[in-house]
C-alpha cells in the first residue's frame, strides 16, 4: 500500500530541521516524514566544502529562534554551521525520522481526494517510490544542488590546468605554491581568496564589475558581553533581537540615503587598503547598495590578503581562456593553474519538481507568491524561502509558524484544502528585487509578487512577523474548503 502521511517536508537543511521541529512541538497529533534527496543531513552547509565557506548572516540570527547559538564566533565558518545542524536535529530526534536518498520528483494534486501524489527517485536506481500526504512543505532551498553556474568562455578546452566551480569542490585538490585565478566578486569570491591565499602561491579575484564589500567582527562583543551578565535565555533572546533590529537599521539607511551608504562603505575600504588603493575601481559598484546583497569579511581578512600582496583584484573581461591561464580583452595576461570559477548559482526553487493540480502541468512563473511561501492556485504546499537582505532562518523560522497555525485551523474548522486564489487585477512586479546574475537568469522561472499584501514579499522581518503570527488566516484570498465543497 501507498504510505500517506498528513505533512510530508522534502529537504533536510536548515529549513527542513525547522519545519520538523515546529510540526512535532507544536502539531503532536499531526503525522509528517522527512525526505531528503542527497545522503546526508544539512543542505548547503553539508554540501558546500571549498576552503572557508561560512555564513555572510550572522549565528544568533542563521541559527534557530527555539536552539540558540552558543560559539563565540558570530560569523561561523560552514563545518561549525553543519555541527550545529546536526545536533539540533539529535537533540529533538528528528535525524531519525529523516529518509536519505529519496529525491522527490513529481507531486500531484487531487482535488476530489485532497491529497498529494508524490513521487520519489530512491538514489540512483530502483523503482520509483509512491506517497500520499494532505499538505507538503517543500523546504529544498532556491538554487540547484547537482551544478553550478559557470559561463561558456571561449578555449576552454585550451587551458592546460584544471577549472572547478567551488560547489564542486574537490578535496584533495592541491593547490599549495600554485597560481589561482578566482573568477568572481560575490560572497564566495570574497570569502574564498583570503582562504585559498594561505597556501596558493598566489591568488588573483578576477571580477567583470565588483560588489559591496564591508567588514565586521568575527566576534560580536555586545552579544558576549550579554552572555556574560545575564542567564542565557534572556541573552540569547536580546542578542537575536539586536542583531535583528540592526540588520534591519543598516538596511533602511541603504536603501533611503544609498549615496551616502555607498560613500562611507568605499571609506572603510580605504582605510583598510590606504590611500594608494584603486578603491573605486576593485570596489565602487555601478549599483546602489542592497541592489544586490551585500558581501560581508570577517575581521577585514580579505584586505588584508591584499595588503599583503598574497591576493590581487583585478577588473576587466574576459576575452577566452588559453593554455597558460586567463587572456583579457585588454591583451594582458593572467597566468593560471588552477581556475576556480566562482560564478554564481543555478536558481530553482523547489530544486524543479514537477506540480501538477489536477492533472494540468503548473509552471511557477505563471503564479503569484502568497505571503512569500505560497503560490496561486495551488492547494496545501508551501515553501520555505529566507530573506535576501538578513538570515534565511528568520523567515524560514515564520513561515513554519504560520504552517503549524494554519494546520490546526484547517482541522478545527474542518477543511481539508486551502488554496490562494489570485485576484487577476493584481499587479505583478518580479520575486526579488535583486540585479544580481544568478536573479536575472531564473526571472522567468521564478513567480511574480504583487505590489499590495498579501501578494507583496517584504523583506522585512517585524512586518512578516505580525502578519504570520498574528494576522487573519481567512483574509479573503486563501480559499478554504472541504471535499464536499
Not at 593553474?337 to 492533472?359: F, S
Not at 504546499?381 to 538570515?391: C, D, E, K, M, R
Request: hydrophobic share 40%.
Amino acid at each position: 500500500m501507498t504510505e500517506s502521511v498528513d505533512v510530508l517536508i522534502v529537504g533536510a537543511g536548515l529549513s527542513g530541521i525547522a519545519a520538523a521541529y515546529y510540526l512535532g512541538a507544536r502539531c503532536p497529533n499531526t503525522t509528517f516524514a522527512i525526505v531528503e534527496g542527497r545522503d546526508s543531513i544539512g543542505g548547503t552547509w553539508d554540501l558546500f566544502t571549498y576552503p572557508g565557506v561560512r555564513s555572510d548572516s550572522d549565528m544568533y540570527t542563521l541559527g534557530y529562534r527555539f536552539r540558540p547559538w552558543t560559539g563565540e564566533e558570530a560569523i561561523a565558518d560552514g563545518p561549525a554551521i553543519l555541527q550545529y545542524l546536526k545536533d539540533t536535529a539529535r537533540e529533538f530526534g528528528i535525524d531519525r525520522l529523516i529518509r536519505f536518498n529519496q529525491r522527490v520528483t513529481q507531486v500531484a494534486w487531487s482535488s476530489a481526494e485532497a491529497e498529494w501524489h508524490v513521487t520519489i527517485k530512491p538514489g540512483e536506481s530502483g523503482e520509483d517510490l509512491k506517497m500520499r500526504c494532505k499538505f507538503l512543505f517543500m523546504c529544498t532551498g532556491y538554487y540547484r544542488y547537482d551544478r553550478g553556474y559557470t559561463p561558456d568562455w571561449l578555449g576552454m578546452e585550451d587551458f592546460a590546468g584544471e577549472i572547478l566551480h567551488p560547489q564542486n569542490w574537490r578535496e584533495n585538490l592541491e593547490y599549495a605554491g600554485k597560481r589561482v585565478v578566482l573568477i568572481g566578486s560575490g560572497a564566495t569570491a570574497v570569502t574564498m581568496a583570503p582562504v585559498l591565499a594561505q597556501r596558493a602561491g598566489h591568488v588573483t579575484m578576477l571580477q567583470r564589475s565588483p560588489s559591496y564589500v564591508v567588514s565586521a567582527p568575527s566576534k560580536d562583543a555586545a552579544a558576549l558581553r550579554l552572555r556574560g551578565r545575564l542567564p542565557f535565555k534572556l541573552a540569547a533572546w536580546l542578542t537575536r533581537w539586536l542583531s535583528i533590529t540592526r540588520q534591519m537599521f543598516y538596511f533602511h539607511i541603504a536603501r533611503a540615503k544609498p549615496q551616502e551608504t555607498r560613500a562611507n562603505i568605499l571609506q572603510g575600504i580605504r582605510q583598510a587598503l590606504g590611500p594608494d588603493y584603486d578603491v573605486e575601481r576593485h570596489f565602487g559598484p555601478r549599483y546602489k547598495p542592497w541592489d544586490q546583497r551585500v558581501c560581508l569579511v570577517p575581521d577585514s581578512d580579505l584586505f588584508q590578503a591584499i595588503k599583503t600582496g598574497k591576493v590581487s583584484v583585478v577588473t576587466a573581461r574576459i576575452d577566452r581562456l588559453v593554455e597558460a591561464g586567463v587572456r583579457l580583452e585588454s591583451g594582458e595576461l593572467l597566468p593560471a593553474d588552477i581556475i576556480v570559477t566562482a560564478t554564481g548559482l543555478v536558481m530553482k526553487i523547489m530544486h524543479g519538481v514537477d506540480i501538477i493540480v489536477d492533472g494540468a502541468p503548473v509552471d511557477l512563473g505563471d503564479t503569484l507568491s502568497y505571503k512569500g511561501m505560497m503560490y496561486s492556485g495551488i492547494p496545501n504546499l508551501v515553501s520555505a524561502f529566507g530573506y535576501t537582505n538578513a538570515s534565511w532562518t528568520l523567515k524560514a523560522e515564520l513561515i513554519c509558524e504560520y504552517v503549524c497555525r494554519l494546520l490546526r485551523h484547517m482541522e478545527r474548522r474542518g477543511y481539508d484544502q486551502c488554496r490562494p486564489r489570485l485576484d487577476e487585477s493584481v499587479e505583478t512586479e518580479a520575486y526579488i528585487d535583486f540585479s544580481s546574475g544568478y536573479v536575472r537568469r531564473a526571472l522567468a522561472s521564478l513567480p511574480k509578487q504583487g505590489l499590495r499584501r498579501p501578494w507583496k514579499v517584504y523583506q522585512n522581518y517585524l512586518k512578516d512577523l505580525l502578519v504570520m503570527r498574528f494576522g487573519a488566516l481567512e483574509d479573503g484570498v486563501l480559499e478554504f474548503r472541504d471535499r464536499k465543497y
